[in-house]
């Protein structure tokens, strides 16, 4: 092996090929998609939006892929109203909850 910083080749690491033209495995959706899909008006439009679900703790990434789409759709440093989008859980929440969340999205938990 030869060691190169941190890491370490493995041994036949130049005979590994990767085929990158295959599409990669995907990721099922999650309640961040059915967030992004029910807040269209939101995402679309800017249409101010109270969204309600049911949640389990196993739903880490709550807030995750609809803080990517409003970053993409009005940028990080947006002028949406802290809760332009609210999203109104009931249930219990994993630690991870909002952890990547931006300005014009308030997660709240009931």
Same mark, same amino acid.
């Not at 030869?2 to 990669?24: C, E, F, N, Q």
């Not at 029910?38 to 439009?45: C, I, K, S």
């Not at 999203?87 to 952890?99: E, H, M, P, Y």
């Given at each position: 092996?030869?060691?190169?910083?941190?890491?370490?080749?493995? *041994?036949?690491?130049?005979?590994?090929?990767?085929?990158?033209? %295959? !599409?990669?495995?995907?990721? !099922? *959706?999650?309640?961040?998609?059915?967030?992004? %899909?029910?807040?269209?008006?939101?995402?679309? *439009?800017?249409? %101010?939006?109270? @969204?309600?679900?049911?949640?389990?703790?196993?739903?880490? !990434?709550?807030?995750?892929?609809?803080?990517?789409?409003?970053?993409?759709?009005?940028?990080? %440093?947006?002028?949406?109203?802290? *809760?332009? @989008?609210?999203?109104?859980?009931?249930?219990?929440?994993?630690?991870?909850?909002?952890?990547?969340?931006?300005?014009?999205?308030?997660?709240?938990?009931?």
């Amino acid at each position: 092996r030869r060691v190169h910083g941190l890491l370490i080749t493995v *041994d036949g690491a130049s005979k590994i090929t990767y085929d990158r033209s %295959k !599409p990669r495995n995907a990721v !099922p *959706d999650t309640l961040d998609a059915e967030i992004v %899909k029910d807040g269209a008006r939101f995402f679309e *439009d800017g249409e %101010k939006m109270q @969204l309600s679900y049911a949640v389990r703790n196993t739903l880490r !990434p709550i807030g995750t892929r609809a803080s990517s789409h409003i970053v993409k759709k009005f940028g990080m %440093k947006n002028s949406l109203q802290p *809760d332009h @989008l609210t999203v109104k859980l009931s249930g219990s929440c994993g630690q991870s909850l909002g952890a990547f969340a931006v300005n014009g999205l308030k997660i709240e938990v009931q």
